[in-house]
C-alpha cells in the first residue's frame, strides 16, 4: 500500500509541474512547433519540406502490404500471393466495391499535392541562391506531376489541383473531374516547365532527387498511355461526362497521338543517351548477371528515377524460400513462366485451349515432360530439372525460382512437405514457383539477419525503348527503328534478333510479349493490359501442383479463377466516403454506367457466385 501512495503522489507532482526536471524536459526546443511562415523564413527548413514530398511516393517493392501502395502486381497475371488480406485478392475474386476499395493510393498522392502546392506557393521567401531555388521549383514542379499522374493511371479523368485550398473556401470545386485530354496536358506541360529547370542527371550525393530525365520519362509515359487504346477514341466511355454534359474521354481515335509519344521518346533516350544514360551490362556480360544485376545495383547507369529505401527487408523476406528464413509470398504464375522464350528465341506456348491447356510449339523443343540429365553448361539450371524450365532464355532464370532451382547455396523443393514447400502453415507458394527478380543472393542472408540497401525503380531506360518501339510500330508499322530498339533489348538478354518481315500486328504481339518479360513484375503489367484493353482475357491463373509430393508436382494446375468486368473494372471507382462527402465527383449526363457503378462508381452489384475464388492447387489435404 505504501509503494501504491508513493507512486501515486510521483505521478501527481509530474502532471502538477512540480517536478522541476520534469518540466525542463516538457520544455520544447524553438524548432518544434513552427509555422508555416516559419518554415519558409531559412533554408534548412524549407529543404526538409521539399523532402518530405518524396516520401508521398509509393512504396512500389512492397507488393502484399497495402500500404506499399502497389496492389497492381498481385492484380496482373504475374503474381499470385497466398494471402487474403490484400486489395489484390479482392480485385482478383471481384468484390471490391466503393466501400473497400484501397484509398491510401489518393490519399498519399492528394498529401503530396497538397504539400507541393504548399511548397510552390511560399518557396519565394526562401532567402537562398536563385538557381538553386530554380531546381527546388523544378523538383515540386515534377512531383505534382507525378501524383496527378499516379491517380490518372487509376481512375481516369481527374481534378487538377494547382493551388492550396484554403478550409474556409468552396470544396466543391474539389470534385469537378477534368477531361482526360487536360489532364494528360497539365502532366506533360508541367513535365516541360520542370525539365528546364533542372540538370540532365545528378551525381551521386543526391541520387533519388528528381532530374530532367525523371520529367522527361513521366512524359513519355503520359504519352503513350493516351495514345493507347483505353484512352484514345474508346467506344465504351463515348458516354461518360460531366453532369453539364461534357465528354471527359476523346470521342475519336487519333492515329497522330502515336506519333507524338513516338518522336518524344526518341528524344528522351537521344537526350539520355547523350548525357550517359544506357543500358546496363554485367561486368561478367553474361546475359542472365546483365539481367540480375540491373536490379541488384543501385542507380546503375540505366536508372532514370527511383526511390531510396534503404535497408530494408520486407521484399526479400516475402520472396525467399521458407528453408532459407522467407515467407514464400510473392509467387509467378505459370502464365509469366510460359511468357518466357526458349535461349534460341523461339516460342513455347503459342497460346492456350478453351480448358486453359497451352498449344505448344512443337518447332521450339519445349517440353512438359521428363527431366534433363545435364546441367547447362553456363550454370543456368542443375541437372534432372524439369523439362519445362530446360533451355528458356536467360530473363527467366533472373527472375523465376522453380522447385529444382539452386538459390544461395541450397537446392528448393517446392513439392508438398519438403523444407520448401506447403506444410501446414500460413506461408506457402500457391504456385509452386517464387520470385527471384530483385533479390540480392550475394548481400543477403536473412537467417543472419543481414539486409542490403533497396532502391524502387520508377523509370529505367529499357522501358523508353519499349515504349519508343511500341508507338513507332502503331505509327509507322515495324520500320527499322522498332527492330533497333527491341532486339537491343534482346541482345542484351542473350537472344537473337527478331525475324525480318514482320507484319505490324505480330510486331505488336512481339512488343507485348517483350514488355511482358523485360519488365515483369515493375507495375507495368496490369497498366499495360488495361491499356490496350484485354485484361479481361485473363481468366485464371496457373502454376504446378503444391499438393503433391513426387514428381507428379510437375503438372499445371488451376490456382485461381480471376474476375474482370470490361469496362468496370478498367477505372476504379472513388471510394465512397468521398462520393458520400460530394455525390457531384460520380455525377454524369446521360451517362448507363452512373446507374449501376460502372466505369464511374463500381458499385459491387456482381452476383454472389462472381466473387468466389476457387484454389484447386491450395486446397487442404
Known sequence: MKRINIVCITLLMILLGVNTSCADYLDKAPDEDLTLDDVFTRENYAEQFLSSIYWNMPWELNFTNDWGHNPFVGAADELDY??????????????WTPDNVLKDISNMAYQGIRKTNIFLENVAKVPMDESKRAGWIGEATFLRAFFHFQLL??????????????????????????????????????????????????????????TKAAAMALKARALLYRASPLWNGNPDYANFTDKEGNHLFPLSYEAERWKIAAEYTKTCIDEMEKAGYGLYYAPSGDPMENYRYLFVENWNKEIIFAKNVAIYDQMERAAAPLSLGGWSGLCPTQELVDAYEMADG??????????????????????????????????????????MFVDREPRFYATVTYSGAYWRGRQIDFRMGAPDGRTGGPDYTTTGYLMRKFLDEDGVDILRGVFVNKTWNYFRLGELYLNYAEALNEASGPVDDVYKYVNLIRKRSGLPGLKAGLSQDEMRQKIRR????????????????NRWKISDQVKAVHGMDIGARDNSFFKRTLVEERVFEAPKHYLWPFHQDEVNKNPDIIRHSDNPYSKTGGIAVLKGNLAPDSCVVKRSAVAPE
Request: hydrophobic share 30%.
Open 82 to 95: 497466398p494471402y487474403t488480406n490484400c486489395f489484390a485478392y479482392f480485385m482478383n475474386n471481384g468484390s
Open 153 to 210: 493511371r487509376i481512375y481516369g479523368p481527374i481534378h487538377i489541383t494547382e493551388k492550396v485550398f484554403d478550409p474556409n473556401e468552396d470544396f466543391s470545386e474539389l470534385c469537378k473531374r477534368m477531361p482526360l485530354d487536360q489532364c494528360v496536358d497539365f502532366i506533360t506541360n508541367e513535365c516541360d516547365k520542370a525539365g528546364g529547370m533542372l540538370k540532365m542527371k545528378e551525381g551521386a550525393d543526391r541520387y533519388g532527387r528528381v
Open 346 to 387: 523461339t516460342t513455347p506456348i503459342l497460346g492456350y485451349n478453351a480448358d486453359g491447356s497451352p498449344i505448344i510449339n512443337s518447332e521450339s523443343g519445349y517440353s512438359e515432360e521428363g527431366f534433363t540429365e545435364e546441367a547447362d553448361a553456363e550454370g543456368y539450371y542443375p541437372e534432372n530439372t524439369f523439362n
Open 514 to 529: 517483350e514488355r511482358q518479360v523485360e519488365l515483369a513484375l515493375e507495375t507495368h503489367r496490369y497498366f499495360d493490359c
